[in-house]
């Protein structure tokens, strides 16, 4: 068991730019999650994987971001044309879900900075 | 909609003291679960203790421990035998029992208690 990974730990992009972002989730757990983190708050539920399907938006996600998982393994989060409020910590989580508690763990997260 | 609250922004501890961290919540769910994460300093976030709501008993693991008061819908964690280790962000989070195809499997989370151990 490797934990859940993501690449790359440390973004700087100037404003305006694509930006994406890979989750690795732990490898039997078939829901993955992301989430954003500002400074000083707790994390965000952005969205939500079971599998391949993604299940659920929340309204934070808006038409610049976009998440994928083609195969129900890796994930990527793109932010199109970033702005400055993009500025947080985006973080994958992933879960089992036939496990007792479907308990959600955590990778190291990505450090997004928009200049 | 769900809401968690943890009042305390910073707590600070003597080492091999105890400290206790507070959370409160609001549902009308019946059914849920709780959780303590712990974030280092620019380290990832891990799970610290989880508690199932239908359960009476207090959840423990190691020095770490609860109190769940469901009534009053407050789930503190105590740290017993403070470490330097311990110091960090603590989460309180919720995540509804419901599963409907997973939609409400997100985890609300509060926003956070900086703990600082002191030798």
């Known amino acids: 068991d490797t934990g859940v990974s993501q690449d790359p730990r440390h973004k700087i992009t100037k404003r305006g730019q694509n930006v994406t972002f890979r989750c690795d989730p732990i490898s039997e757990h078939n829901r993955l999650y992301w989430y954003r983190q500002t400074l000083g708050q707790g994390p965000e539920f952005l969205t939500y994987?079971?599998?391949?399907?993604?299940?659920?938006k929340s309204r934070l996600l808006s038409d610049r971001f976009s998440a994928e998982r083609p195969k129900g393994s890796f994930s990527t989060l793109e932010i199109q044309r970033t702005e400055q409020g993009d500025s947080a910590m985006y973080l994958c989580a992933s879960s089992f879900q036939l496990s007792l508690t479907d308990t959600q763990y955590f990778g190291p997260g990505t450090r997004l900075t928009v200049l | 909609a769900q809401t968690v609250t943890q009042s305390q922004p910073e707590m600070s501890v003597q080492e091999a003291e105890t400290v206790t961290l507070s959370c409160t919540y609001d549902t009308s769910e019946s059914d849920y679960y709780l959780f303590w994460y712990k974030q280092p300093p620019s380290r990832q976030m891990i799970l610290v203790i989880r508690q199932e709501a239908y359960k009476q008993q207090n959840a423990t693991e190691n020095r770490f421990s609860v109190n769940f008061q469901k009534a009053a819908k407050s789930f503190s964690l105590k740290i017993s035998d403070s470490q330097l280790g311990d110091a960090a962000m603590y989460f309180c989070a919720y995540r509804s029992e419901v599963d409907y195809g997973g939609a409400t499997n997100k985890l609300i989370f509060g926003t956070g208690t900086l703990l600082a151990v002191q030798p």
């Open positions: 994987f079971q599998n391949e399907a993604q299940l659920e």
